[in-house]
């Protein structure tokens, strides 16, 4: 027991990194008609050795004197010629794109603001061009889904709703319910209503999925006399989805929202979200029907699975909580 226990959260290790892979984020101004800057902050997963060059790809620009900054931060400036209408901002790795988004922001002399969220396999984006309706909400909607499915700390207690929920029904309705509650403040952090300390809300998450846990474990315990979350799973999906919804807003906030299309990439970055959740949903539960028709499975190994993942969920966020308090302090 104690052994098929170790090597499972030895499985589950990567899950420790909850949601550290922060893009790549790169901040182009214009300063004047032909005085361009360039900015850029690398997250702090990234190696030394993996730290790409960025600079501006074209011929109508030319680079003034040597990049400047430090490990991680970086700034350089350009001579462009007058007028210029678009350019390439290009992201060099040296060997390959550790699996890393980019965020670039192009502030023109003008006011305007274009915002470009892109996946890892582009390295090559193009400013000046502008952005179509249509590309904000691709643009914004797979940035929902890509988060939610690395976010491990949201799935985690999603899964712990699964788990707490007793028939289709009542999980359509706690997930209805943390949906409701994690958009009211995804849009109220967003929109700079409500300030909370990042660290803190990271911390509370990590507690919300301890609750579930120790919640689960001792219905599963004592069945004559069902702890609160058990009762009550819709109330307490949404209330802790409040908390979780200030989590989504912190990557959101890095993300950055276009200058003229705020409210629209927020519905389209929550739209991405519950897609992304409603997938690991669909396959949570597709897992457990190919399990439970199994007779032989189900009889002998799904009890002990049952709580293996109970202990894990349990110990993964346990240790996310202790290393989130010491961050804190």
Request: aromatic share 10%; with cysteine.
């Amino acid at each position: 027991m104690i052994k098929s226990i170790i090597v499972f959260l030895l499985l589950l290790a990567p899950l420790s990194l909850s949601d550290e892979a922060r893009p790549v984020y790169i901040e182009i101004t214009e300063n004047s008609e032909t005085k361009i800057g360039v900015k850029w902050k690398l997250p702090p997963v990234m190696t030394p050795s993996d730290e790409p060059l960025i600079y501006i790809k074209s011929d109508s620009c030319a680079q003034d004197g040597n990049t400047s900054g430090t490990r991680l931060l970086g700034s350089s400036e350009y001579t462009c010629k007058p007028a210029l209408q678009n350019f390439l901002i290009k992201i060099d790795y040296p060997r390959s794109n550790p699996a890393l988004t980019s965020l670039v922001v192009y502030k023109e002399i003008g006011g305007s603001v274009e915002q470009i969220f892109s996946g890892p396999e582009k390295t090559e984006i193009l400013l000046g061009s502008g952005k179509s309706f249509y590309e904000i909400a691709k643009q914004y909607i797979l940035a929902g889904v890509e988060h939610i499915l690395i976010g491990y700390d949201h799935l985690l207690f999603v899964l712990c709703l699964i788990l707490i929920s007793k028939s289709t029904r009542t999980l359509i309705y706690a997930v209805t319910g943390f949906t409701m509650a994690h958009s009211i403040t995804l849009s109220l952090a967003t929109m700079n209503l409500i300030k909370v300390r990042t660290e803190l809300v990271e911390l509370l998450i990590a507690l919300s999925i301890i609750i579930l846990a120790r919640e689960i474990f001792f219905a599963r315990k004592n069945k004559l006399e069902p702890p609160l979350s058990i009762k009550f799973p819709i109330s307490i999906s949404a209330f802790f989805g409040l908390l979780h919804g200030f989590g989504f807003a912190v990557v959101l906030q890095e993300l950055g929202l276009p200058f003229d299309m705020k409210i629209n990439a927020l519905l389209f970055f929550n739209i991405g979200v519950e897609i992304g959740q409603l997938i690991f949903i669909g396959l949570v539960l597709l897992i457990a029907i190919i399990l439970r028709s199994n007779p032989l499975f189900s009889s002998h190994y799904l009890p002990f699975l049952n709580q293996l993942g109970i202990y894990s969920i349990g110990t993964i966020s346990t240790f996310w909580f202790l290393q989130r308090t010491f961050a804190l302090i």
